[in-house]
């Protein structure tokens, strides 16, 4: 047989080098398997595969599984006798509706054989996401595990064809608090702006994207309408037009004054024995582990309290100063 008289890819590969295998296998849909924590998809969300949209795409894809129609191979990871899936969650949740719910008769569907090491499957994640693209944080974990196993920015950005400030921006995002993280993921705020509001206002941000988002969306849907319609994200303007009391910390307490006074007493009592360097530009100052334990529970409690450190708080900070003179008074009669 010659190529001109060959109708199928097996017959034209006899003796012709421009036609090679590959790894595709054809599986029983029962052998897929999902491995908990690889697919990014859904991260910080209750109920991803429940949500209307996501369910109208899986059954849309479960009738084109029935209908036959072309869809492309699901791509696994052979691991220990299991063929873990490494692209296709969605077509095989949808496969899975096909089978169970619309009647197909489906016994074996095709998969491609991945072979590369963890980076390269944790990066198809990225690469090939079933024709659905991946929110930003469900991006950013995926170039926060490359980053993990050695990858810099540069290269995080030229195999998935991004800028290596994108990748570094995504990066960021995953340092939010979680509470962030899952208004973002719930489309409440977008990411860039949650950080910009996370590095101005801190902790105080989750406050503010909450109260925000209720009071543009007050009223919504309750128009007697069977139409839902999509909430109002958060935006700069918003914010601007709402009225939020500064985060206050608390004032400094008597309890605090005297642990800090004690702490005070007790480091400074080693000031007898410092050990100067050979040069005589710096000095060591031995402490045990309790006083160690000690500097960093008052280092805490510091953190959280709010000092006096301008003339618009300066009458409050003397009205306590008489409060905190009793309570090192109090002290001194105890040490």
């Not at 705020?189 to 209720?214: C, P, R, S």
């Amino acid at each position: 047989m010659t190529a001109k008289t060959a109708n199928s890819l097996k017959a034209l590969n006899i003796g012709n080098s421009d036609v090679a295998k590959t790894d595709l296998f054809k599986i029983s849909p029962h052998l897929l398997v999902e491995e908990d924590g690889f697919n990014t998809r859904g991260l910080y969300c209750n109920n991803y595969w429940e949500r209307p949209e996501v369910k109208e795409r899986l059954m849309a894809l479960a009738e084109a599984y029935k209908r036959g129609d072309y869809i492309p191979p699901i791509v696994v990871k052979v691991k220990d006798g299991q063929a873990l899936i490494r692209d296709g969650h969605r077509r095989n949740r949808a496969l899975k509706i096909a089978i169970n719910e619309l009647g197909a008769d489906i016994r074996k569907i095709e998969v491609l054989e991945h072979k590369g090491d963890e980076a390269t499957q944790t990066l198809l994640i990225a690469t090939s996401n079933d024709g659905a693209p991946l929110s930003v944080l469900e991006r950013a974990e995926v170039y926060c595990r490359l980053s993990a196993w050695g990858w810099s920015d540069a290269e995080i950005a030229s195999r998935t064809g991004r800028t290596p400030e994108h990748v570094r921006q995504l990066r960021k995002h995953m340092e939010l608090p979680m509470e962030i993280k899952m208004l973002i993921q719930q489309d409440v705020v977008a990411a860039t702006y949650a950080q910009e509001l996370f590095d101005e206002h801190g902790t105080f941000a989750v406050k503010m994207i909450k109260d925000v988002a209720a009071s543009v969306n007050k009223g919504a849907n309750e128009t007697g309408s069977d139409t839902i319609s999509k909430p109002k994200r958060v935006t700069k303007k918003a914010v601007a037009q709402s009225v939020f009391e500064p985060a206050k910390k608390p004032r400094l307490d008597k309890k605090t004054t005297i642990a800090l006074s004690q702490g005070f007493r007790r480091l400074t009592s080693h000031l007898d024995h410092v050990k100067p360097s050979d040069d005589g530009s710096k000095y060591l100052l031995e402490i045990d582990r309790d006083e160690l334990e000690m500097l960093q529970e008052l280092r805490e409690k510091l953190a959280n309290i709010q000092l006096p450190d301008d003339a618009s708080e300066a009458d409050s900070a003397e009205s306590g100063d008489s409060k905190n003179q009793q309570a090192l008074d109090l002290e001194e009669s105890v040490a």
